[in-house]
């Protein structure tokens, strides 16, 4: 089934520890974007590619980093997690913005 | 700065109407997005609006006045299974999605 595909679904992890989300689409889409989701506010753009071998920020990046080595997959790194990266993450692709995004199925990652 | 404003939670009858309104102020305007996200669940693309006027999909409908900065979701015979977040998002000048905050739907029998 064509989709994205998320992992982990969901972890714990403690605070000073680095951890990569995983993120892999086979639909070819040219971009990728990794969201935060937090209680009350709106999805909020951490990283973004618009094709293989270019990312760019978003609205909150700081602590991630993000690499598109091809174009299928999109990984998001936390280099030294802290608790107020306690939150939903959820991978999306487009085949052009105004196509609308396809959503992965969102890693819940949880600093403690 | 980007706004994008939606009531935070609404609640319905089974079998009603209900309009969910978002308001938006940003910079440049190249379509605005509703998504449906079920709790636990990744948002599922709704519709899509670039030009003025109502587009119809079944019991759903979206409206978009780009003089007023306004857009509805209209949903119609309304089921236990709309109880959702719906959330609107608008395409600004640099093709970048400014989401809303979701608004919480309720549906009770």
């Known amino acids: 089934i064509a989709g994205i595909t998320q992992a982990p679904t969901s972890q714990i992890l403690a605070a000073g520890r680095r951890m990569t989300l995983r993120c892999t689409q086979d639909?070819?889409?040219?971009?990728m974007y990794w969201y935060r989701q937090d209680l009350g506010l709106g999805l909020r753009l951490i990283h973004y590619?618009?094709?293989?071998?270019?990312?760019g920020k978003g609205e909150v990046p700081d602590g991630y980093s993000v690499s598109r080595a091809n174009t299928d997959d999109f990984p998001l790194t936390l280099a030294s997690a802290v608790p107020s990266q306690t939150s939903v993450y959820f991978c999306?692709?487009?085949?052009?913005?105004?196509?609308?995004?396809?959503f992965g199925s969102g890693t819940r990652l949880t600093v403690v | 700065g980007q706004n994008i404003d939606q009531p935070t939670e609404m609640t319905a009858t089974e079998g009603a109407i209900v309009q969910i309104n978002c308001t938006y102020q940003?910079?440049?305007?190249?379509?605005l997005f509703w998504y449906q996200q079920h709790a636990g669940e990744a948002p599922t693309f709704l519709s899509y609006n670039v030009l003025d006027g109502l587009e119809e999909k079944g019991r759903f409908s979206s409206f978009l006045s780009r003089s007023k900065g306004y857009s509805y979701l209209l949903l119609k015979e309304l089921q236990m299974k709309d109880s959702a977040s719906y959330l609107c998002?608008?395409?600004?000048?640099?093709?970048?999605?400014?989401w809303g905050a979701g608004t919480k739907l309720i549906i009770k029998p």
């Open positions: 998002a608008v395409l600004d000048s640099n093709y970048q999605l400014i």
């Open positions: 639909m070819r889409h040219n971009a």
């Open positions: 940003t910079s440049g305007f190249n379509g």
């Open positions: 999306a692709s487009s085949d052009g913005a105004n196509y609308g995004y396809t």
């Open positions: 590619s618009n094709t293989a071998g270019t990312t």
